[in-house]
C-alpha cells in the first residue's frame, strides 16, 4: 500500500493537461457545441498568492470543469488588472520601476495559480499595463468621445498637499492621506468624466433582467442609482434684497417627500452651496466653517457617520404654501452639493438626521404623518423620527391623505402657484476617470492653446508611458517630464501639451472580459463576432467589494461600447450569472509590543498562544479574513508543499457555504489530507486485472446493489450541488460515497465491477474539486485517457428512487411517530401501519379515531377525538 505523494502527482498531471490542451477553449463561431464562459474576477499583481485568495480561482475552476465535462465549449482565461496606485508607492518606496514591479508579481502569482491546478486558457493571458491592451482602451476612449459619452470639467477632488495628488474616498483615513498623514483638503481641479448618467434608466431597467445575480447585489446596484421621484421646490427669500445679493428669487430645493412640507422648519444647504460661498466671502465664521468642512468627511459614510454641525447664515426663505411663514436657513456639514441641488428643506418629525440637527440646534418639531393606528392627540415625536407610511394631518389641505396621496397632492399645489414641479433625480453620477499618476493608461488628449482639446489620431497609438520617469519627488511625474509631455498640435502644429491625466484602474476592468474573447487582435480591441459567439459571461465569480463600482461600470461599457457599434450585445449585461464567494478567515495574533504576527510565528504552549521567538504570551484577536497587513494569512506556495493543490481546492470549498466565510483551522487541513489518503488507499488497494471503471456492471442485489445506489445518487446530488453552487453539499455527498465504498467489502467478480464502477464514478465526481488525485485514481483503476477529457457521468434513475419512503404521523396536528413503508403503497396498508405504531397508539388511547387522510408517499393526518 502506497501513500499519495501530491508532489509527484500534481506536476505530472499538470504537463499531461497541458500536452492535451486540456484547458484550450475552441472557436465559439466554428463551434456546433453550446459555449459557456466562466471567469473570475481578475486579480491585482500586488504581491504573492495566500490561500484565502485560492477560493475564488477554486470556485470558478469548478464550474468550469463540470460544464466542460457536460460537453459545453468553455471559456476559462486568466489576466492581470496591472495598473493601479499601490505599484507607484512601491516605485517610491523600493526604488524600483512600477512596471518592474508589476511584472514580477505578475510571473509570481502565475506560478502559483498553475499550482493550483487550474483548467484555464493560458494562451490567452492579458496584463492592462501592456500597450498592445491599453492601446485599444485608448481607441475605446476616442469612440466614446466621439460619441459625447466623454467631457472635462471642473470637479472636487480629495487633494493630498504633500504627495500632491488626488486620493479617492477610500484612501483618505480621518481626513488625512493614508500615506503622507496629511490634512486632505478638496481642490476643483479639470476632470475627465464617462457621462454614466445618459444610462441611468436602462441600468436600473436592466438589474430586473438578472435573475442569477445575488439579491443583495441587485439592490446595492438599485441604491447607487438611487432613483429619485420628488420635487423640485422654489423656497424664494424673505427679504428682496437678498434676491438682489444673490441673483436668484430663493432656494431651490429637491425633495422626495413634498407631502411633508408642513412639518418644515429650516433650509441646509451644502458647505460650498453658492449662497453658502457668497455669503462666505462677507463672514469669517462661515468661511472658517467650510474650511472645517472641507478638512472632514470626504465620502458619503464619513459625513452620514459625523456628528451634525451647522451653522446659521441669517437669511430666511418663505414657506412656497403660506408667504406669512419664514424659515431660517443653514449650512450643515450633511448636506452635498452632489445630490439634488445641493440644498433640503428640514422636517425633522420624519427624517432622523433632520431631527439630531433640530435637536442640536433647537429647532420646531412638527409631527406631519401619523403613523397606523396612532391618536393624533398624543403622539409626539422625541429621540426617534417617524419615517413610515402613514396618514397626514397637521398639514392644512393635506390632512387626511396617505403619504403617497399627499406627495401627488402637494406636487399638483406647487406646479399650480409656480413654485415647484413634479421631477426625478438619481443619486448616480457621471464616473469620474482621472487620476492624476503616473502607473496607469495615459489618456490619448493633446491640448492646445489654440484648439482645446484634440484627440490623438488613432493610428498613433498607443500613446506609451515614458519609461524614463523618476519618482524622487511627490506628484505626478509625467508633469515632470518635458520630453514626453510636449508636443505638437496634431490640428495647428502649435506647441501643445499632452494629458499628464491616467484613467482609473476601474476602465481597464470595464472591459477585459472582451480582450478575453480574441486577444491575439492586434487591430482591434476584440473580435466583435467571436465576442458575440461567448458573450455574456454566463457565470462570475468574485468579491462584495465590487459589488456597486466594478459591476456598473461595466453595465455602462458594454452598453456604451453596443451603442458604438462594437459589440452586438442587444441586452448590454455583461454577466448573465454573478456569484459573490465568502471569505477565508484566521485568527488574529499581536505581540505584547503591538505587533501584528503570523501564524508561522506563534504556537501553543502549556494552554498559551505564545510567540516562537520570545516565548512571549500573544493576544489572540478575532477571526477576519486572511489580510496581509494583518498577517493572518497562509502563504499558498507554502501549503501546496505540505499538503498539495488539491487539498487547498477542497479545504476552501468544505466547511461552509460558498457564499458565507470559512474559518481556517490546522485541524480541519489535516483532516482534508487524510480524506486523500482515504480516498486513494481505496484505489490502490483495488486489484489490478479487475473490470475496467467503465466496464458493465451485472446484475446485482444486497450490498453491490446498495453500493450502486449511493454510487448513482451521489452523481445527482453532486451533479445538482455544482448547478446550484452549493460547493459544500457536493463535498458532503463525496464524503459519503467513499464512506459506503470503504464500507463494501465483497471480492467476486460482481462485487469487483460495482466497486470498479464506483472508483470510477467517485474519481470522476471529484475532479473539478481535486482534479489531480482523480487523475491518479484514474490512472490506478484502469481508467483510459485524462479523467479531465471525460464526459461528466450520468445516473441511472431506477437507482436514485428509493424503494421505501418514511412518512410522518401527526394526530391533531402533532408530530406523534413516523413509519416506513414501500414507495406507493395502498392507502389501507400506510393507515394500517400508521395506527399501530407504538407513539401514534400510545396518543390515541382513550380517543375516537374520527378520520385519517394519507397524502400518498407524504403524510399521515389522523383526527380523534
Known amino acids: 500500500m502506497t501513500r499519495y505523494n501530491p508532489r509527484e502527482a500534481e506536476p505530472k498531471w499538470q504537463a499531461a493537461w497541458a500536452e492535451a490542451g486540456a484547458d484550450a477553449a475552441a472557436d465559439p463561431t466554428t463551434s456546433d457545441r453550446e459555449k459557456y464562459y466562466v471567469l473570475e474576477m481578475f486579480p491585482y499583481p500586488s504581491g504573492r498568492i495566500h490561500v484565502g485568495h485560492s477560493r475564488n480561482y477554486t470556485m470558478g475552476d469548478v464550474v468550469a470543469r463540470y460544464k466542460r465535462a457536460k460537453g459545453f465549449d468553455v471559456l476559462h482565461p486568466m489576466g492581470w488588472d496591472a495598473f493601479g496606485l499601490p505599484a507607484e508607492n512601491a516605485a517610491r518606496e523600493r526604488g524600483v520601476h ?30 492592462t499595463c501592456e500597450p498592445d491592451y491599453y492601446k485599444h482602451q485608448q481607441a475605446i476612449f476616442l469612440k466614446l468621445y466621439e460619441r459625447g459619452l466623454v467631457h472635462r ?51 436600473l431597467e436592466g438589474i430586473e433582467t438578472l435573475d442569477r445575480w445575488p439579491e443583495k447585489v441587485r439592490l446595492m446596484q438599485k441604491n447607487w442609482i438611487g432613483k429619485s421621484r420628488g420635487a423640485r421646490i422654489l423656497f424664494p427669500f424673505a427679504e428682496k434684497e437678498d434676491a438682489r445679493r444673490f441673483g436668484c428669487e430663493g432656494i431651490e430645493v429637491f425633495t422626495t417627500r413634498p407631502d411633508t412640507l408642513f412639518g418644515a422648519s429650516f433650509l441646509a444647504l451644502a458647505p460650498d452651496h453658492a449662497v453658502t460661498n457668497a455669503l462666505g466671502v462677507e463672514d469669517p465664521s462661515i468661511e472658517s466653517f467650510q474650511d472645517y468642512c472641507r478638512r472632514t468627511g470626504v465620502s458619503e459614510e464619513e459625513i452620514e457617520k459625523a456628528p451634525k454641525r451647522g451653522l446659521d447664515l441669517g437669511v430666511k426663505v418663505r414657506h412656497p404654501f403660506d408667504a406669512s411663514w419664514e424659515l431660517p436657513v443653514w449650512t450643515a456639514n450633511f448636506v452635498l452639493s452632489t445630490y439634488g441641488t445641493g440644498a433640503i428643506f428640514g422636517s425633522p418629525a420624519g427624517d432622523q438626521r433632520d431631527l439630531d440637527f433640530a435637536r442640536k440646534y433647537d429647532l420646531p418639531v412638527t409631527p406631519v404623518v401619523l403613523p397606523p393606528h396612532a391618536d393624533p392627540k398624543v403622539h409626539v415625536i422625541t429621540d426617534v423620527a417617524y419615517t413610515g407610511e402613514g396618514t397626514l394631518y397637521n398639514s392644512r389641505f393635506l390632512d387626511g391623505l396617505t403619504t403617497a396621496e399627499g406627495i401627488e397632492r402637494a406636487i399638483a399645489k406647487l406646479e399650480e402657484a409656480g413654485l415647484g414641479e413634479g421631477a426625478t433625480t438619481y443619486r448616480l453620477r457621471d464616473w469620474l476617470v482621472s487620476r492624476q499618476r503616473y502607473w496607469g493608461c495615459p489618456i490619448p488628449i493633446i491640448h492646445c492653446d489654440n484648439c482645446g482639446a484634440v484627440p490623438v489620431q488613432e493610428e498613433l497609438l498607443p500613446v506609451r508611458l515614458p519609461d524614463d520617469v523618476r519618482f524622487d519627488k511627490p506628484g505626478n511625474p509625467l508633469d515632470r517630464h518635458d520630453g514626453w509631455r510636449h508636443v505638437d498640435c496634431p490640428e495647428c502644429g502649435a506647441p501643445a501639451r499632452r494629458e499628464t491625466d491616467t484613467l482609473d484602474t476601474f476602465v481597464c476592468s470595464s472591459w477585459y472580459f472582451l480582450r478575453f474573447t480574441s486577444p491575439w487582435r492586434t487591430d482591434i480591441a476584440f473580435d466583435p463576432d467571436v465576442a458575440k459567439a461567448w458573450m455574456p459571461v454566463d457565470q462570475y465569480v468574485g468579491g462584495i467589494e465590487h459589488a456597486i463600482l466594478h459591476l456598473l461600470y461595466a453595465r455602462f461599457f458594454t452598453r456604451a461600447l453596443r451603442d458604438a457599434g462594437l459589440i452586438d450585445l442587444p441586452s448590454g449585461e455583461p454577466f448573465a450569472g454573478l456569484f459573490t464567494q465568502g471569505m477565508v478567515t484566521h485568527r488574529t495574533y499581536r505581540s505584547d509590543d503591538g505587533r501584528w504576527l503570523g501564524p508561522g510565528e506563534v504556537e501553543e504552549r502549556d494552554g498559551q498562544t505564545v510567540e516562537i521567538q520570545t516565548g512571549k504570551s500573544v ?34 470549498l468544505s466547511d461552509s457555504p460558498p457564499e458565507r466565510d470559512v474559518e481556517y483551522t490546522a485541524e480541519g487541513v489535516d483532516g482534508v489530507w487524510r480524506f486523500i489518503q482515504r480516498v486513494w488507499a481505496l484505489c490502490d488497494a483495488h486489484p489490478q486485472g479487475a473490470p475496467a471503471p467503465t466496464a458493465d456492471v451485472p446484475a446485482c442485489e444486497g450490498a453491490d446493489l446498495e453500493l450502486r445506489r449511493t454510487v448513482h445518487r451521489a452523481v445527482k446530488d453532486v ?8 460547493f459544500n453539499s ?52 484502469g481508467g483510459e485517457g485524462l479523467v479531465a477529457t471525460q464526459g461528466w457521468p450520468d445516473y441511472d434513475p431506477s437507482l436514485v428512487t428509493a424503494d421505501t419512503v418514511t412518512l410522518p404521523v401527526q394526530v391533531n396536528g402533532k408530530r406523534r411517530g413516523e413509519i416506513v413503508v414501500p414507495r406507493g403503497a395502498q392507502a389501507g396498508d400506510v393507515e394500517a401501519a400508521a395506527l399501530a405504531e407504538a407513539g401514534v397508539a400510545r396518543s390515541l388511547d382513550g380517543l375516537t379515531v374520527r378520520k385519517v387522510i394519507v397524502v400518498p408517499d407524504r403524510i399521515v393526518n389522523i383526527v380523534a377525538g
Open 619 to 652: 493576544s489572540v484577536g478575532a477571526l477576519e479574513k486572511m489580510s496581509k497587513s494583518k498577517k493572518n494569512v497562509v502563504d499558498l506556495d507554502a501549503f501546496i508543499e505540505d499538503f498539495g493543490a488539491d487539498a487547498a481546492r477542497w479545504f476552501v
Open 98 to 127: 512600477p512596471r518592474d514591479w508589476t511584472l514580477e508579481n505578475i510571473r509570481v502569482m502565475r506560478g502559483q495559480l498553475k499550482r493550483l491546478g487550474l483548467a484555464i486558457d493560458w494562451s490567452r493571458e492579458i496584463a
Open 153 to 203: 470639467k471642473k470637479a472636487k477632488v480629495n487633494w493630498d498637499p504633500v504627495d500632491q495628488t488626488v486620493l479617492a474616498n477610500e484612501q483618505v483615513v480621518d481626513g488625512r492621506g493614508w500615506r503622507s498623514g496629511a490634512i486632505v483638503v478638496q481642490r476643483e481641479l479639470d476632470q475627465w468624466f464617462f457621462k454614466i448618467t445618459d444610462y441611468a434608466d436602462e441600468l
Open 719 to 726: 451533479s445538482e450541488a455544482i448547478e446550484g453552487f452549493r
Open 730 to 781: 457536493a463535498v458532503a455527498s463525496i464524503h459519503e460515497l467513499v464512506n459506503e465504498i470503504r464500507r463494501h467489502k465483497g471480492e467476486d467478480d460482481a462485487a469487483l465491477a460495482v466497486r470498479g464502477e464506483a472508483l470510477g464514478l467517485m474519481a470522476r465526481l471529484l475532479s473539478p474539486f481535486m482534479p489531480h488525485l482523480a487523475e491518479s485514481c484514474w490512472e490506478r483503476i
